[in-house]
T-cell receptor, first 117, second 114 residues
């Protein structure tokens, strides 16, 4: 069964509003979670690494003030898209590892389809 | 830096035919390689992984991949395609110098024709 739960699976919002996406590790603690963005017919692009109890690490070109990440517990990370615009419409996917080892596979949520009108 | 290149953004096979999805990697340190599958509007599911043990790795759903250092390749194969194999497939690499990050290839869309 799923080990990473992502909610909501889809959301439609108006320009200028904010949207929060939740990512939960269901049966393990994740000190680190990852947020990806995927455009249609394209690969996954890492947006940021979410670190429990500390600031997220953002990839180059990702606006940290626009994509707010909070990792307040060992099983929950949230991504808030602030003042959303149509160009923010995309598929957002979170992931986490059971263990801290870099050769341990990532478990992915089912993604959130965001549409900004 | 590490990277993977997937040759062929689209692959089409007949049901029952061999599936071959190509992946080449670039890494300055021993790589850890993964294949993931993505169905429409869903997250990614791990098919298999290579972590420096056996070079031939068997995964779920009848897929396997062989790590060939001399060719810097990690191609994904399945002897007989099934209609349910139609999906997007991603090759990914991580390694010691990249911390816990995964770098994905561009993806290959597999179509299975009846």
């Amino acid at each position: 069964g799923a080990v990473v739960s992502q909610h909501p699976s889809w959301v439609i919002c108006k320009s200028g509003t904010s949207v929060k996406i939740e990512c939960r590790s269901l049966d393990f603690q994740a000190t680190t979670m990852f947020w990806y963005r995927q455009f249609p017919k394209q690969s996954l692009m890492l947006m940021a690494t979410s670190n429990e109890g500390s600031k997220a690490t953002y990839e180059q070109g990702v606006e940290k003030d626009k994509f707010l990440i909070n990792h307040a517990s060992l099983t929950l990370s949230t991504l808030t898209v602030t003042s959303a615009h149509p160009e923010d419409s995309s598929f957002y996917i979170c992931s986490a590892r059971r263990a801290s080892s870099y050769n341990s596979p990532l478990h992915f949520g089912n993604g959130t389809r965001l549409t900004v009108t | 830096a590490q990277s993977v290149t997937q040759l062929g953004s689209h692959v089409s096979v007949s049901e029952g035919a061999l599936v071959l999805l190509r992946c080449n990697y670039s890494s300055s340190v021993p790589p850890y390689l993964f294949w993931y599958v993505q169905y429409p509007n869903q997250g990614l599911q791990l098919l298999l992984k290579y972590t420096s043990a056996a070079t031939l790795v068997k995964g779920i759903n009848g897929f396997e991949a062989e790590f060939k250092k001399s060719e810097t390749s990690f191609h994904l194969t399945k002897p007989s395609a099934h209609m349910s194999d139609a999906a997007e497939y991603f090759c990914a690499v991580s390694g010691e110098t990249s911390g816990s990050r995964l770098t994905f290839g561009e993806g290959t869309q597999l179509t299975v024709n009846p």
